[in-house]
């Protein structure tokens, strides 16, 4: 499974951006899907993930009612809506792909930055 993420870049405290993460190979379905992000010199970090079906997720409490996490399996995409972004959002932004949420990744894509400036 390939995951290629999109919709990083600039924005000012305060402002929104919208994250994609488009899926290709076979199985997509069967995935959770989550976002992790990496802070400069931080470690990674989960943000949030959607179940294989998008009936559950869950968010950090660092982004809950800012960050909304949806999936359209019919395109295979997952999105990361951003919104009262604070420049402690600035970072790295990956998606992967799990068994289930809160399980090992089993795929990585090759991030996309956010920086929030302030």
């Known amino acids: 499974l390939q995951l290629v993420e999109s919709g990083g870049g600039l924005v000012q405290s305060g402002g929104s951006l919208r994250l994609s993460c488009a899926a290709s190979?076979?199985?997509?379905?069967?995935?959770?899907i989550a976002w992790f992000r990496q802070p400069p010199g931080k470690g990674r970090e989960e943000v949030s993930c959607?179940?294989?079906?998008?009936?559950?997720?869950n968010y950090a409490e660092s982004v809950k009612g800012r960050f909304t996490i949806s999936r359209d399996n019919a395109k295979e995409t997952v999105f990361l809506e951003m919104n009262s972004l604070k420049p402690e959002d600035t970072a790295v932004y990956y998606c992967?792909?799990?068994?289930?949420?809160?399980?090992?990744?089993?795929?990585w894509g090759q991030g996309t930055q956010v920086t929030v400036s302030s």
């Open positions: 992967a792909a799990l068994g289930w949420c809160g399980y090992v990744v089993d795929f």
């Open positions: 190979g076979r199985n997509y379905d069967y995935y959770a």
């Open positions: 959607i179940s294989s079906s998008g009936d559950t997720s």
